[in-house]
Every structure is written in C-alpha cells, then in structure tokens.
C-alpha cells in the first residue's frame, strides 16, 4: 500500500537530514524500513504512535575524549562514543569496536542493528553500540592497557549490570575486555557484570568466545536443513581470521565441512586441503601477525593481496565473518555462478545491499547478520544471567542453549517471512521479527 511507503520514506528522509554523512547508518536503516512494509500495513497504529520515527532516533548519544600516552610518554587523544539506541526491551547491550574507521556513522548503524539482533534472542536487552577511532595495530600491551583505562575513566558513568553492558567486537576481545573491567572495579569499588566477554576466572562465560562464530554455524545448519542438505562434506570460504572467523572455521569442521580460504585485512590464504585452523590461532590469537605468514608452515597455500577476491574460490556455503560492506554485488555473482547455495553473515552487514538481492534473486539461502550472528549476544545474555546469579554454567550447558536460541532465531525469522508474505526472505523475516517485538513493546511502555 502507498501509505505505508509514504511514511517509511518520510522517516528515512528525516534520517538523511538529521544525521549527514552517516552512509553505513543510513544503509542500515533503509535496509531495516524497506523490509518492515508489510508490517507497517498490517499495523497502522505504529504511524499513529509515531513508532518509526522513535525508533529510529538513538535514546541517548554519548561522545568523549580519550587522552592516553603511549610507551614514548607521547600524548595522543581518540575519540570515544557509546550509543544507547533502545531500552524497551532490557538493559542496553552491544559491543564496543576499537579501529580507525570507527566514527558516529558506524556505531549508529550496529547500534541500530543491534536492537533487532537482540529482539531475536528472545532475551532481556535493548540495544547500544559503542567503541573508539583507536588503531589497537602495532600497540603495545602496556599502551592498550592505558588506553582502555582511559576509555572506561569516561565510559564507567554510563553504564552499569542493570544499565547498559558492553561486550568486545572489531579489535576489543578478552585483553581488552579485561582491562576495561579492572578500571571499572578500581573507579565504582563494584564487582558485577557490568561488561560480557570477561576472562573465565572472574566472571566470564565458558562458550563465549566461540559464541558466535558457532551461533553462524548453527542458523546456517538450519539454512541447509531447510533445503535438505547440511555441512556435510561441503567446501566453504570463511572471511576474517579473528574471533568469529576462528570459531565459524572450528564448528563448521565439525560438522564435517572442508574451509578452504580465511582472510584479513591485508589479503587472503587459499589452502586446497582445508585451512589448519591451528596456525591460525596461534597466528592470530597468540602472536597477532599477519595471515600471510601462514605460508611458512603450509608451502602448498596461496596467499592473494588484497580481499574481494576471495570471494572467486569454488563453494558452496561463504561465511563472510570479517566487516561491513566487504561482499559486493561482484562478489556475490561469482559465488552464485560458482554454485554456493548458502550465506550466513558472521560478520553485521557485511553484504552490501545488491548483494544480499542477488542472493534472494538466485535462491541462495541468506542469513542476515542480525540473525546468524546473534549468538554472540545471545550468550553475552546467558553470561549476564550467570554473573546475576553468582554461578557458573558448564561449557555443555551454554553450548546447548546457544543452539536453542539460534534453533528458534531460524524458526521465527523462517515464520515471519512466511507470515508477512516473502517465503524464503530471512532478511525480511529477520527485521519484522525483530521489530514487531520492540514495537509491541513500546507502544505498551508509552510515549518512550
Ligand atoms: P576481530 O577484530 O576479532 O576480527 C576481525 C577480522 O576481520 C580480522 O581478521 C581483520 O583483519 C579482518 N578484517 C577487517 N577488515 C577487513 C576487510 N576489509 N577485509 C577482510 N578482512 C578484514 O573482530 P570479530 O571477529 O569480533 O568481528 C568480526 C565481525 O563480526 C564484525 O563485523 C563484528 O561487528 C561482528 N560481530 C562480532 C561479534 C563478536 O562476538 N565478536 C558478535 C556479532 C557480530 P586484521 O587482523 O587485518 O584487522
């Protein structure tokens, strides 16, 4: 209907004009709008309320200063931000990115994300994002120490167990994480669990590290269940050689896949006998150098510049689990002319928006990242619910929730585009499903 798209491109327009420049933002909320028509149909009283051009407005916006000196005793200042997008459903939740290209932009757009994402776990959370244009490359440890001291100096007024917890995401893991934590404790005297992906020992959840790079695995198992086949004996391309590329490569091997290809930002290695997923850990999570050096342990490997290409190699299922934006519309005509029947994005939005269409178009089962990277945060939530309770779940225990959680992710992403009108459009059944929760929500909760 005509009225529907009137309004969703009035809030958009609002979007462009309040928030210049912001493009990966912009990208977001388009993608999410045009997705939700049949809902907004369905719902008149959500233009009524003037739901959409709430939600689309961050509740809070928050940006600092990051004064810290490096080995040298050098003075340096970064930029911080923390955007606490929308609390109707739960504390506010999401990661905190450390890398150069971070600015307002992209934290608006995983913080948008990030709402419906976790609307999908069927969890307690509302939706933030935060991070800093801080280059953790080529730092030391004391320097990123100091420099995550800082960062929480400023930050630790903000949030909260009950407020608002971070969690890693690009260039924020465990070493992070836990620094951030200890200047928390030392500035509040508190011990709660204010921040998730947390060391074991004090406070951090078994499974969470593999969270969710397993979590993709486990909704694109659903995928290919769903068109009769699994990981079985299959070749697959995963992007990204850090967290959720690590643990994508370790359960889909487990399931009996074949990972031929794994990149970073330099470039990519193509190994025809399956990626050593040992020397990748120790290359990335122990000695942080590049993956090229890969090479020097398995001569039969290949190593190409730069990172679209990898999306040329022969497969049937990609996995892209590295950035935004990093699988474009030539990359998605070579997988779909290569024959890959699955992609589950590890990684949040890292198809461009005429990729993930050439995917529909083709019939290529495509899990969004809101829903087949959810799992991250699904167990961040099951680390938060164990910190409330000052105990500690085994591994098995997690594991098996986490498989539940992205179980029922599919079903209802599979249910809502099928109730909406789009079979088969997990992108569509991603933001309705996740949306009609917020939505419901807010409407209760009153003008918020
Ligand atoms: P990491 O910092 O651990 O790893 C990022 C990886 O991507 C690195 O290997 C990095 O290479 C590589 N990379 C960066 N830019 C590019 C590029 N342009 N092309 C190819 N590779 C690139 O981050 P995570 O694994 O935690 O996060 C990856 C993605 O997953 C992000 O989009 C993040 O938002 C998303 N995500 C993460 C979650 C988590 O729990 N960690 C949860 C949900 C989503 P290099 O080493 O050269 O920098």
């Not at 995928?223 to 699994?230: A, E």
């Not at 039969?300 to 290409?309: I, K, L, N, P, V």
């Not at 990898?310 to 299922?317: G, L, R």
């Not at 892209?320 to 290569?338: H, R, V």
Request: hydrophobic share 40%; aromatic share 10%.
């Amino acid at each position: 209907m005509a009225d529907a798209k009137a309004y969703l491109e009035r809030v958009l327009g609002t979007v462009k004009k309040r928030n210049p420049n912001e493009v990966e933002f912009h990208q977001a909320v388009t993608e999410v709008l045009e997705s939700l028509i049949p809902a907004i149909e369905r719902h008149p009283e959500f233009e009524e309320a003037g739901l959409l051009e709430r939600i689309v407005e961050p509740e809070r916006q928050i940006v600092f200063r990051i004064p810290w000196q490096d080995d040298k005793g050098r003075m340096h200042v970064n930029r911080g931000f923390r955007i606490q997008f929308n609390s109707a459903l739960g504390p506010y939740k999401g990661g905190i990115r450390f890398h150069p290209s971070v600015y307002i932009g992209i934290i608006k757009f995983l913080g948008f994300e990030q709402i419906f994402k976790n609307s999908l776990t069927g969890l307690m959370m509302g939706g933030a994002k935060g991070g800093s244009d801080f280059d953790p490359k080529g730092k030391s440890d004391s320097e990123i120490m100091r420099f995550c001291q800082s960062f929480m100096t400023e930050l630790y007024r903000y949030i909260g167990a009950d407020l608002d917890v971070p969690a890693g995401d690009i260039g924020v893991g465990g070493r992070e994480v836990g620094y951030m934590f200890g200047q928390w404790k030392k500035i509040t005297g508190l011990f709660n669990g204010v921040l998730t992906g947390k060391g074991l020992d004090f406070g951090g959840s078994l499974a969470r590290t593999e969270a969710t790079g397993y979590g993709c695995v486990y909704f694109c198992q659903e995928m290919l269940k769903d068109r009769g086949t699994s990981f079985n004996g299959k070749t697959v391309v995963v992007s990204g050689s850090g967290n959720v590329a690590i643990y994508a490569h370790e359960k889909a091997t487990q399931l009996g896949a074949k990972v031929v290809a794994m990149s970073d930002s330099n470039g990519y290695v193509y190994d025809k006998d399956g990626i050593k997923l040992a020397t990748i850990k120790q290359l990335k999570e122990i000695e942080r150098k590049r993956i090229k050096e890969y090479l020097k342990e398995h001569k039969t490997a290949q190593y190409q510049e730069g990172c679209f290409d990898i999306w040329n190699i022969k497969c049937d299922i990609a996995l892209p689990c590295a950035t935004q934006n990093e699988l474009d519309g030539k990359s998605a005509q070579a997988l779909i002319k290569n024959g890959c029947i699955a992609v589950a994005e590890g990684a949040n939005m890292p198809s461009t928006p005429e990729a993930v269409e050439l995917f529909i178009k083709n019939k290529v089962s495509f899990g969004p990242g809101k829903a087949a990277n959810a799992g991250g945060v699904a167990t961040s939530g099951l680390e938060m619910a164990q910190d409330s309770q000052r105990l500690m779940w085994s591994f098995e225990e997690v594991d098996k929730k986490l498989h539940n959680i992205m179980v029922n992710i599919f079903k209802s992403v599979k249910n809502a585009a099928e109730e909406y009108g789009t079979p088969g459009n997990f992108v569509n059944g991603a933001n309705i499903a996740g949306f009609l929760k917020v939505a419901r929500s807010m409407m209760a909760q009153g003008l918020v």
